[in-house]
């Protein structure tokens, strides 16, 4: 083979290989254990076959992969502040509270608010909480501003969103919120509902995860929820083994 054609067939090569990683870039491989399946309808025959699944599946991603898991609800949330700890408590329909537990002795407890506490977080120099509740007919939750320059610390509501919020994310500066009912993009605290009304009203969704805009991952009951934000398009992935 002469070096002309040698130099072509390494362009090609080239070509193909850059071709290859930026068509790949940015995708996700699925577990074999899922398969996607249409979204069933609310309460319909196929919703309450999904509803009555053993696993609660959790999503994470890690070095790019994503994994999934089952997983239970967790009852406490802690954030490490300047100069003590909050803990926030959601025990349900049994209620729940955000405490202060200053640092040095004795560690004794402030009560900053009564309510379920789901997610604590800081962002932007900020500390806020959301709180939520799922129970019967209720199904509620917000997110407020906790301002610990006064004492006791004291807090204000931002956003309603009417539904209880059941996994967040923070990513390129905004909170992605799952609620039962609704997924919500906040930005600059201002509340955009991406999709209402979702399959997954009923099915407990818990988890989510990010790799970029087109890969979003909800865990739920008996499966996960594959989101592109580009699209605004959703996949049903079940679980089937």
Not at 33 to 40: A, G, H, N, S, V
Not at 139 to 160: M, R, V
């Amino acid at each position: 083979m002469t070096s002309i054609k040698l130099k072509r067939l390494n362009k090609c090569l080239l070509f193909f290989l850059v071709f290859s990683s930026i068509s790949c870039k940015g995708q996700i491989r699925i577990p074999d254990d899922y398969i996607e399946t249409e979204p069933p309808k609310l309460y319909s025959k196929e919703w309450l076959s999904v509803g009555n699944s053993l696993h609660d599946f959790g999503v994470k991603i890690v070095n790019g992969e994503l994994l999934i898991n089952p997983i239970s609800e967790a009852q406490i949330h802690d954030l490490r502040i300047k100069g003590g700890l909050l803990q926030g408590m959601n025990h349900g329909e049994f209620g729940g509270e955000l405490i202060y537990i200053p640092d040095g002795k004795p560690k004794k407890s402030i009560k900053i608010k009564d309510g379920n506490v789901k997610f604590l977080y800081s962002l932007n120099n900020k500390i806020y909480f959301i709180e939520g509740l799922a129970h019967l007919s209720i199904d509620e939750g917000a997110l407020f501003e906790i301002d610990t320059t006064s004492h006791p610390f004291s807090y204000k509501q931002i956003i309603d969103f009417g539904s209880s919020p059941e996994a967040f994310a923070i990513f390129q500066n905004e909170l992605l919120i799952v609620t039962n009912k609704y997924f919500v993009i906040v930005h600059d605290n201002k509340k955009e509902i991406i999709f209402k009304d979702l399959f997954w009203d009923g099915l407990y969704p818990n988890s989510i995860a990010v790799l970029n805009r087109e890969n979003v991952f909800v865990g739920i009951r008996g499966g996960f929820v594959k989101i592109d934000l580009i699209n605004k398009s959703f996949k049903f992935y079940k679980y089937n083994k």
